[in-house]
């Protein structure tokens, strides 16, 4: 026999390094002789076995149900079993009592469906053929009643398998291999029926005359595995391959490297799934299902190079995706033939996010990408000619969105939709050509104007270079104005205008007026933009809308005020992860880099890095910024220049939250009022900010505000030099009725009259905890309070340590020396990688003394551990001794070392070994 040889080909190690435990157990037999089913007892129904004709077996049942229980059931090559019963809608039970598979290497027939059931496993030879009216082979159990009463619950925890090598054929019926692991590698065909493989601990079948109707698992299994090598046929019917895990470590794997078909017949779409509840899916091989419906899903999800996926609609409907290049290619064969829908559910800590990082082209059909939370466009999607696209996100989460980082090139013949969380879906208009001077068919650039309050996207990048000679050199007519505002949905896809010319008077830019708009993922190159007041590169005047990753570069100037390098005058508005590189001018006020004037707006993730120069009102962020709901995260490295009220970041503040913002770029002004950050801050708190560049003017000059009132100002420092006439600080020029604390300056300080290192001149104030460097200031005093220190002790951690400073999260020194000059730099505006510094604190008499040795803190102040000079010697971890149970050493507020049973406990932050200091007995 050459069955060991054969076993020992085919058998492989399938997943994790085990071997199925059929494998084994069958190759552990194969010296053993078997032959036909043998050892019948006939539990239930008119069944009579008759073995007259050689190397046959028929088995004879009258009546409509019938149980046999078998000391083996095994088919040898040259040897055929006969089920005969009254029609296709009886059926037989067969149930193996040996302790050894089954082993089918001959024919089983029948007119009826044959239900085989062996706990220790089966296996189907490459030689063997099964032709049936239906086909269940199980290694989970069903109880007589159940059967009898159709009522079709398999149950057990065998962890035996199923391989098919062979033929199993169930035409306008139904296969179902129920097992802890099923492997096809054979042929299974069901034209019109089902094929169903699953893997679980309680599975139920719903089987309606001979169509198998529904398979539900009930309780899944550890490492289940369902795994297809061959072919799958069931043209007209459906295809089930389906785990469900038990634990989320040792969940289930659906595997496909063969060919599943399942194409449209007789009018009957067919339709396949590959189902990982909880566990992994891995596609490969070739998934067909002309005109019909393919399903791919699993909490874990992954596709092999040169998969071949053909059906009417494709889904894929894993927790987390990443599209990759296999992923895109077979995405893309897929949307010759029709539709593909990624899908993706949220479970424990996975969001759901769809990230699509490999380029997608097709030309026909529509893709669907539908996320819990975010969809994320890392590389480009295009769709030309009649292809479609739809992005749906936040299903299930308010805070999802979808974020474009490469261009979404689509083809006005085409179709774009968006559909958030329960909202009805969005549909938007292609714009991919710049148009004629005053259009208004809403199909082109221009033509917005004649549907302000519709939708639309970008397809292309548009060059509008022409926009020079439009109406007798005034150039662009902007989309919105004061009779009908643009209060639609505007989406860029991450394309770019480039060479947009407006010379006239006011409220202009790509957009002139918007109201309660949502304009986003767009870039205006090179604009050249000149007006009169209410000026952007984007917008001119805009009221509560929702601007979002959007950018300008070129040149914006007005002769008034309002003029900003992406938005003019912005009132109760969002505007996030945008920003503005092009030079700013106002002949007058409100000028900024991105913003001329926000009121009651929220500014996040921004920054302008070009120059600003105005009269009044003048910062290289934002000119006025009024009534806001928070500024944050945000940054200006570009000069500003002006009269007064000037700052480096925004130029006059009132009543703002500001945190995590600096600026870099050089403040310089003929008048009053002005900062390295904000030049004028009223009623504001200040937080995590700071000012680098070079401050000059009059009266009331600070490194970084110029003059602060009833506002509070913390862990901030300002480095640049600053010099002026009157009331000049390294951090504030004066300041009535604020509080300060945690802040230094370090920057030349210079002027004529209330001259301060950290203060030029103060009304009231409250100050605590808060430094100037006395040496690189040139200044030996300060108004209002605050410490001079010299260099030296200013690099010196323990300074700020001492002085209760947030040495954990909010401040960090580099020890080198190289980031921020070893001065203290703020954590969440730094990317450098901070070494943490461990301060020497006062010496006291007997260090023994602050060690706390109880088990437990239960809240109680716990004591710092001061070092000494003398009398002390090293302890490293492996020398502690095992008695010393829980003792701590306080290193800084909340972070110790802690000895547990002698072992040594890095507190976070620390990344070095560290050791012991004792006193010598």
């Known amino acids: 026999m050459k069955l060991n040889q054969d076993y020992k080909s085919r058998f492989k190690i399938l997943k994790g390094g085990k071997i199925s435990l059929v494998i084994s157990t069958l190759v552990g037999v194969v010296t053993l002789s078997f032959a036909a089913p043998n050892g019948e007892s006939v539990v239930s129904g008119g069944i009579v076995v008759d073995r007259d004709i050689a190397n046959t077996t028929n088995i004879n049942q009258s009546s409509n149900r019938g149980i046999i229980n078998w000391q083996s059931f095994d088919v040898k090559t040259n040897e055929r079993v006969n089920f005969n019963m009254p029609d ?105 029926g089902n094929v169903e493989l699953a893997s679980g601990e309680k599975i139920t079948l719903d089987i309606n005359g001979n169509s198998l109707v529904k398979l539900t698992i009930n309780k899944g299994t550890l490492d289940s595995l369902i795994q297809n090598k061959g072919l799958i046929q069931v043209d007209g019917g459906i295809v089930y391959l389906t785990t469900k895990a038990l634990d989320e470590v040792l969940n289930g794997v659906v595997n496909n490297t063969g060919v599943i078909e399942a194409n449209s017949i007789e009018q009957k779409d067919g339709k396949i799934i590959l189902f990982a509840h909880g566990g992994t899916a891995n596609i490969g091989g070739t998934l067909e299902a002309k005109d019909g419906f393919i399903e791919t899903s699993g909490k874990e999800f992954s596709i092999a190079e040169n998969t071949n996926v053909q059906t009417g609609h494709w889904l894929l409907d894993p927790i987390n995706i990443t599209i990759d290049s296999s992923l895109a290619s077979t995405l893309t064969g897929q949307l010759v033939s029709g539709d593909a829908t990624v899908t993706t559910a949220a479970a424990g800590t996975d969001e759901g996010n769809i990230n699509v990082d490999s380029s ?163 870039g205006l190159l090179d604009v050249d933009i000149s007006g009169s007041a209410a000026i952007g590169g984007l917008i001119g005047y805009d009221i509560g809308s929702s601007i979002f990753n959007a950018y300008t570069t070129g040149r914006i100037s007005g002769t008034h ?164 006439t009157r009331e000049v600080g390294g951090l504030l020029g004066g300041t009535d009725d604020s509080i300060i604390t945690n802040v230094y300056a370090t920057g030349a300080v210079s002027g004529t009259d209330n001259v301060g290192g950290l203060i030029g001149f103060k009304y009231s104030l409250n100050i605590s905890n808060s430094f100037w460097d006395k040496e690189t200031t040139g200044q030996t005093t300060s108004s209002g309070g605050g410490t001079g220190l010299t260099t030296a002790q200013m690099k010196d951690t323990k300074t700020f340590y001492e002085a209760g400073w947030n040495l954990d999260t909010v401040w960090a020194r580099d020890t080198n020396n190289v980031q921020n000059d070893g001065y203290l730099d703020l954590r969440a505006l730094s990317d450098f990688d901070f070494n943490t510094d461990v301060p020497l604190a006062p010496i006291y008499e007997n260090i023994l003394n602050n060690i706390i040795r109880e088990a437990g803190n239960n809240n109680k102040e716990i004591r710092e551990v001061f070092i000494k000079e003398n009398n002390l010697r090293v302890v490293s971890k492996e020398d502690t001794l095992a008695d010393r149970n829980d003792i701590r050493l306080a290193l800084f507020p909340n972070r110790f070392i802690e000895l547990i049973n002698g072992g040594l406990h890095l507190p976070d932050g620390l990344s070095s070994d560290f050791y012991m200091l004792e006193e010598e007995k």
């Not at 089918?104 to 063997?128: K, P, T």
């Not at 991919?432 to 208004?440: C, I, K, P, R, W």
């Not at 009132?571 to 001329?596: H, P």
């Open 88 to 192: 296709t809608t009886s059926s037989t039970l067969n149930r193996v009592l040996s302790s050894s598979p089954t082993k089918i290497y001959g024919q089983i027939n029948s007119n009826g469906q044959v239900f085989l059931v062996n706990q220790n496993g089966i296996y189907f030879s490459e030689n063997s053929k099964i032709n049936t009216a239906g086909f269940t082979a199980s290694t989970l159990d069903i109880t007589n009643e159940n059967f009898l009463n159709s009522n079709y619950i398999f149950e057990g925890k065998s962890k035996a398998s199923i391989l098919n090598l062979g033929a199993i054929t169930t035409d306008n019926a139904y296969t179902a291999l129920l097992a802890k692991e099923v492997i096809n590698e054979g042929v299974i065909q069901a034209r019109l």
């Open 360 to 522: 997608i082209s097709w030309s026909a059909n529509k893709l669907t990408l539908r996320a819990d939370k975010d969809i994320n466009i890392n590389a480009a999607l295009n769709a030309s000619a009649t292809a479609g696209l739809e992005l749906q996100y936040a299903q299930t989460t308010a805070t999802g969105t979808y974020n474009v980082k490469a261009p979404i090139n689509l083809a006005t013949t085409g179709s774009f939709s968006t559909k958030k969380g329960t909202d009805a879906i969005k549909n938007y208009t292609i714009i991919t050509t710049l148009g004629a001077e005053g259009s208004t068919t809403t199909t082109d650039l221009q033509g917005i104007k004649g549907g302000l309050a519709d939708n639309y996207v970008l397809g292309a990048d548009i060059d509008a270079l022409a926009t020079t000679t439009w109406s007798g050199g005034t150039g662009w007519d902007p989309l919105g104005d004061d009779t009908t505002k643009f209060t639609g949905d505007f989406d860029g896809l991450g394309h770019t205008i480039s060479n947009l010319f407006i010379d006239r008077g006011e409220k202009i830019g790509l957009f002139g007026y918007t109201k309660q708009a949502i304009i986003q993922n767009v």
């Open 561 to 724: 005020g309002f003029i900003g390098g992406l938005v003019g005058l912005s009132e109760s508005s969002t505007i996030s992860k945008s920003y503005a590189t092009g030079t700013v001018s106002a002949g007058d006020y409100d000028a900024g880099g991105l913003i001329g004037r926000a009121s009651n707006s929220s500014i996040s993730d921004a920054y302008a890095t070009g120059a600003v120069s105005g009269t009044s009102y003048v910062g290289g962020l934002i000119g006025h910024a009024g009534s806001s709901s928070g500024i944050s995260n945000v940054y200006a490295t570009g000069a500003v220049s002006g009269s007064h009220n000037l700052g480096g970041l925004i130029g006059i503040t009132i009543g703002l939250n500001i945190s995590n913002a600096y600026a870099t770029g050089t403040v310089s002004g003929d008048g009053y009022i002005i900062g390295g950050l904000i030049g004028r801050d009223q009623d504001s708190t200040i937080t995590n900010v700071y000012a680098t560049g070079a401050v000059s003017g009059g009266d009331d000059v600070g490194g970084l505000v110029g003059v602060a009132t009833d506002s509070s100002i913390s862990d901030s420092y300002a480095r640049g030099d600053v010099s002026g």
